[in-house]
C-alpha cells in the first residue's frame, strides 16, 4: 500500500486523490488502506482493508451515480488510498456549498451530486446566471462569480457560503491565448478564490485539479500524459500553484485530481496515492461523487 505522508505544519489539512478508471473483468486481493491504519484494520468511512473478487458485473451494479460515499465506493473496488496531512476533526456537514465552474461539464454533476445526496443548499456559481446553461443547472440557486474579478468582488458571492467546490478551468480556444486563459483562470484567478475564501473562513474547500501536476517533482515532466496535457498552456504549473497556495491557506481542503475526464457513467474507480499516477482516464460522474463525499467525511481532512 502506498505510504502516508505527513507534513510538519498543522495549517496542513488536506487529502489529495488520484483517479482513475478501471476496467478489468476481475478485482482481486486489492486494497484500501486509510490514514494510519495498518492492512487489514478497520478505518471508517473513508476505507478499509479488504480483499475481494468481483466480476465487473457485480462491481458496476454496485456503483450509482449519486448519493453514494465516493471513498467506500472506492474502497468496495478495491482502491489504494493514501492522505497528505491530517485534521483528526470530523468536517461539519456543510448546508450551503457554492459549486465554482457551475457550467462545466465537471461542476454541472458535481451541482446534481449534491443536491441528490440532499439536505444541502447548492449554490451554482457562474458568470451569467441568465444564460441558458445556468438556468438549466441542479442548484436551489444562481450567484455572480467571475474569478478573474477582484478578490473583494469574489467574497462578495461568497456570502453565508460555508463550504466551496472549485471545478473552473480554463476554456480551450486561441492556441496562442491558451497559456494567458490558464494562468488567469486555473492559477491567478483560482488564487483569488481561495484568498477570498479563507477571508470568508470557509469551513472546507474540494478543489478538482488533475493528475501530473507535480510531474517535474517525480520525475514526469518527459511523460507523455505531463508532456501532452501541460502544452495546453502549461496548465499543469498553472493549477500546482494554485494547490500550493490552497494548502498553505489554512483552510480546511481536498483536492482531487482526475486524471483524463470523459463523458460517461460511474464507473469502477482506481484512487491512487499523490504522486503516484501518470496515466489513465475517469468519468467526471466519478469525480463529482468523490467531491460530494469529501465535503462530509472526516477522512476527508
Not at 34 to 41: E, F, M, S
Not at 133 to 149: N, Q, V, Y
Not at 217 to 237: C, H, M, R, Y
Request: glycine share 8%; hydrophobic share 50%.
Amino acid at each position: 500500500a502506498p505510504a502516508v505522508q505527513k507534513h510538519n505544519s498543522t495549517a496542513m489539512m488536506a487529502k489529495t486523490m488520484l483517479l482513475a478508471a478501471v476496467a478489468l473483468p476481475a478485482v482481486a486481493a486489492l486494497r484500501a488502506t486509510a490514514l494510519g491504519a495498518a492492512p487489514g484494520a478497520s478505518s471508517g468511512r473513508l476505507g478499509y482493508a479488504a480483499v475481494q473478487q468481483q466480476p465487473r458485473a457485480a462491481i458496476s451494479m454496485a456503483i450509482q451515480p449519486s448519493r453514494r460515499e465516493a471513498a467506500a465506493l472506492a474502497a468496495s473496488l478495491g482502491a489504494s488510498l493514501a492522505f497528505t496531512g491530517a485534521n483528526p476533526a470530523k468536517a461539519a456537514a456543510p448546508k450551503t456549498v457554492l459549486v465554482a465552474g457551475a457550467t462545466g461539464k465537471t461542476g454541472r454533476l458535481v451541482c446534481s451530486a449534491l443536491t441528490a445526496a440532499g439536505a444541502v443548499n447548492v449554490i451554482g456559481g457562474v458568470r451569467d446566471p441568465t444564460s441558458s446553461k445556468a438556468k438549466a443547472l441542479d442548484a436551489k440557486s444562481l450567484r455572480h462569480l467571475d474569478i478573474t474579478e477582484s478578490v473583494d468582488q469574489i467574497a462578495a458571492a461568497l456570502d453565508g457560503v460555508d463550504s466551496i467546490v472549485c471545478a473552473v478551468g480554463f476554456a480551450g480556444g486561441n492556441p496562442f491565448e491558451m497559456g494567458k486563459l490558464a494562468h488567469a483562470v486555473d492559477n491567478v484567478g483560482t488564487c483569488k478564490l481561495i484568498e477570498a475564501a479563507s477571508a470568508a473562513k470557509i469551513s472546507k474547500f474540494v478543489m478538482v485539479s488533475s493528475i501530473l501536476t507535480n510531474g517535474r517533482a517525480w520525475g514526469q515532466e518527459k511523460s507523455p500524459g505531463f508532456v501532452i496535457t501541460n502544452a495546453f498552456g502549461g496548465v499543469l504549473d498553472e493549477k500546482l500553484v494554485a494547490e500550493r497556495a490552497l494548502k498553505s491557506s489554512g483552510l480546511d481542503f481536498t483536492i482531487v485530481r482526475p486524471a483524463g475526464l470523459r463523458d460517461s457513467p460511474v464507473e469502477p474507480l482506481l484512487v491512487s496515492a499523490e504522486d503516484t499516477l501518470n496515466s489513465g482516464e475517469v468519468s467526471r460522474a466519478n469525480v463529482a461523487s468523490v467531491c460530494a463525499e469529501a465535503l462530509v467525511s472526516s477522512k476527508s481532512s
